[in-house]
């Protein structure tokens, strides 16, 4: 399939190796990938401040970018993102031509390789996983089993046990609002990190914050995004 | 009493900001937080195995959406259809407008009554409207008998949840509270429950009022369905000569069937039983042939701010039954426990719809990560976290200009690469804008290694 990527802003701006991996990944899989360069953002944080109107300025620009693109399917390696394009951009843009042509075919990179990720296979030196659920893609998506299954297509992880499903306490501009607070929850949740080897996601932005926070406590478990792994372990 | 607490019982804008009071309930020495998590966890825990092992519990939770969503849309005829029975059976009902009515009525029937003495049963909305403070000032001293509530009482806080009000508290806590009243034993909680139960008891037989709250008014007949844990609402509603019921006006349903999925819905979701400990269906004061029951009912129907939602686009937030569920499963209830909300009502439910009630405390819309773990424990599945994004669209605007320039700027793909720091640089704190410096104070701030990606795809870098 040729695959747009909707790398999402913190991927372009702060985590290009997520992109990169994602890309890589896809490609691995089979696919012919495409980068879209007039994309930026997807406004979700206007909109979850409040600013309807202004996210949906930053919306539209990046969803005409992305329908321009000839492709047949879009990929984005963030759930967060992905849901604000499949499921609250609706009810900010009506009757949005590029919506109508960007949201059914947009997923999840985890997703994606679930349906399109045909054989691709790979493995790593054993490590123990703890997959991290952020929220959008556990209740809105409904994307649980997937990201595991792409994570099982690695030889050698295998999954920590640990608070998987508890919000790690980044909620976008909540995360700067409510510093003390967001903080507060993420220690709830890493201190049932235990002895995993890696902390792994598929939203950049929850990463972004665990990552943060595990560095400001000195705890040296590293933080990788879920294209990561399939990208080292893939490699030809 | 802390500020923290005693805002929490008031109503209106608090005083301080809610970053000062989340700041406040998480400098505590945690026990609140561990408290809060022991109950918690217990009672979601029990709801979500329910929700997990119970056939169709999906399509029972879509099913009590809907129902109640049309009793909402109906409410004006079901209200109506409600005092009509209600007076068919000898009850008498007044609709307050505000707390201002509703309480002046129910202190005026005291007066005529003469009453000085009242038990009350839990009651959410009976703390909304101050009713206690209101009945002390006219001489009625009002004796909470729900334990958990007759703690928060003794220890002059307000609640700190919907349902287990004094959930907070340690076995510690509540040989403190009950000391001052003549309890002599340790932390044994058959201990404390039956010294309540001894002093309790005579303050029902001597009550001159019982004033209890109400979870669902049946408008085909009348009937006020109380749900209590303890039996308390029973005794309450009895034992007094004058029973005072007070109920929110979206409690009402059109018919019993709703009652029977609400219920085994409501037990679930709050205690995580198959049904609640005592159900208590009241129509009308006692009859000629009975033997007991109050001599006058009294049904006070309470607006106070809920007609303003009726036709918004947070109508839904009348669905609520109450049931504490949302709070339980709450990341930020869990930190912060009800009362650095501000108001009576607190947890996801709280922060959607004390903005609305009280047109004050705006910023509550914010306190949520708006995770959805409300929206998947509530039972009569109200888009709670899509409700939080609505009360901060409706009272946008302080951050407009902020927004609208990061608008222009991202919405050009040129501007929105130039946003992007260099490649590798932490800049010193001094030099980092205000909303990450709040970042950078519980986490570093984050470094990109390298190009942009935008970058890296023009020059090819990208693919193998
Ligand atoms: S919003 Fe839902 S979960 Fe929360 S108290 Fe109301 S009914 Fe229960």
């Known amino acids: 399939m040729r695959v747009g990527l909707f790398v999402t802003c913190l991927v372009d701006l702060v985590a290009p190796e997520v992109g990169v991996a994602t890309a890589r990944v896809l490609a691995r899989a089979g696919h012919e990938v495409v980068f879209p360069e007039g994309q930026t953002c997807c406004g979700q944080p206007a909109f979850n401040s409040g600013y309807r109107e202004e996210a949906a300025t930053v919306l539209r620009s990046t969803l005409r970018a992305l329908a321009a693109a000839d492709v047949d399917a879009y990929v984005a390696p963030a759930g967060s993102c992905t849901t604000m394009v499949r499921t609250f951009a609706a009810g ?41 659920d952020s929220c959008h893609m556990l209740r809105e998506l409904r994307l649980r089993g997937e990201p595991r299954a792409a994570l099982a297509r ?40 235990g002895g995993a080897d890696a902390l792994c996601g598929a939203d950049p932005s929850c990463l972004m914050h665990l990552r943060g926070r595990l560095e400001k406590l000195g705890v040296k478990t590293p933080v990788r995004h879920l294209a990561e792994i399939l990208e080292e372990g893939t490699r030809p | 009493m802390t500020d923290l607490v005693r805002e929490a019982g008031t109503r209106g804008a608090p005083a301080s900001s809610l970053r000062d009071r989340e700041r406040a309930a998480l400098a505590g020495s945690g026990h609140l937080q561990v408290a809060i998590r022991r109950s918690t966890d217990n009672m979601d825990g029990r709801w979500r195995g329910l929700r997990e092992s119970l056939p169709g519990a999906e399509e029972l939770r879509e099913a009590a959406r809907s129902l109640r969503s049309a009793a909402i849309t109906r409410l004006p005829e079901l209200l109506g259809q409600l005092a009509d029975n209600v007076e068919a059976a000898g009850g008498r009902v007044f609709f307050a407008a505000d ?17 000085t003495r009242a038990v009350k049963a839990k009651s959410m909305v009976t703390e909304e409207i101050q009713l206690n403070a209101r009945l002390a000032e006219v001489g009625v001293t009002a004796v909470e008998t729900d334990l958990g509530e007759w703690a928060q009482q003794l220890d002059g806080e307000p609640p700190a949840h919907i349902l287990g009000p004094a959930l907070h508290k340690t076995q510690a806590d509540w040989v403190r509270v009950l000391r001052p009243e003549g309890y002599e034993g340790g932390e044994d909680p058959d201990a404390m429950c039956a010294f309540a139960r001894r002093t309790l008891r005579p303050r029902f037989l001597d009550a001159d009022l019982g004033i209890t709250g109400v979870n669902l008014a049946v408008a085909s007949t009348g009937t006020l369905v109380m749900v209590t844990n303890e039996g308390n609402g029973r005794l309450t509603s009895g034992a007094p000569p004058v029973h005072v019921a007070v109920m929110g006006m979206e409690r009402v349903v059109a018919d019993w069937p709703e009652v029977d999925l609400l219920l085994a819905l409501l037990g679930r979701a709050g205690s995580g039983v198959n049904f609640p400990t005592y159900v208590n269906c009241l129509t009308g004061p006692r009859r000629e042939s009975e033997l007991d029951g109050p001599e006058e009912l009294h049904l006070v129907i309470v607006d106070n701010g809920r007609s303003k939602i009726l036709g918004s686009p947070s109508q839904e937030a009348l669905n609520c039954i109450r049931c504490g569920a949302c709070l339980n499963a709450c990341p930020v209830f869990r930190q912060i426990g009800g009362h650095a909300y501000g108001d009576v009502y607190s947890g996801p439910i709280g922060a959607v719809i004390v903005p609305l009630l009280s047109d004050g405390n705006h910023e509550l819309s914010h306190a949520s990560s708006l995770c959805g773990a409300c929206w998947e424990a509530c039972p009569v599945k109200i888009p709670l976290h899509e409700l939080l994004l609505e009360g901060r669209a409706q009272h946008a ?68």
């Open chain 1, 92 to 132: 900010l843009l009506d009757d949005d031509p590029a919506l109508a042509a960007v949201a059914p075919r947009l997923y999840e990179l985890s997703e994606f390789l679930a349906e399109h990720g045909g054989e691709l296979r790979g493995r790593v030196r054993r490590c123990s996983v703890a997959y991290h």
């Open chain 1, 154 to 193: 690695v030889d050698g992880v295998s999954l920590a046990d640990w608070d998987e499903q508890r919000c790690c306490g980044f909620g976008g501009t909540f995360a700067v609002r409510s510093p003390e607070l967001s903080v507060a929850m993420a220690d709830e949740k890493l201190r049932t990190l």
């Open chain 2, 99 to 115: 707390a201002d009515e509703a309480t002046g009525y129910i202190t005026e029937l005291a007066q005529r009554r003469g009453a």
């Open chain 2, 397 to 464: 605007g302080s951050e407009r200009a902020l927004w609208r320039a990061w608008a222009r700027a991202w919405s050009s793909p040129r501007a929105f690469a130039l946003t992007g720091a260099p490649a590798g640089l932490r800049p010193p704190q001094a030099l980092v804008p205000p909303p990450f410096r709040e970042w950078a104070k519980g986490r570093t701030l984050p470094r990109r290694e390298g190009s942009t990606f935008r970058t890296r795809w023009a020059r090819g870098e990208v693919l193998d």
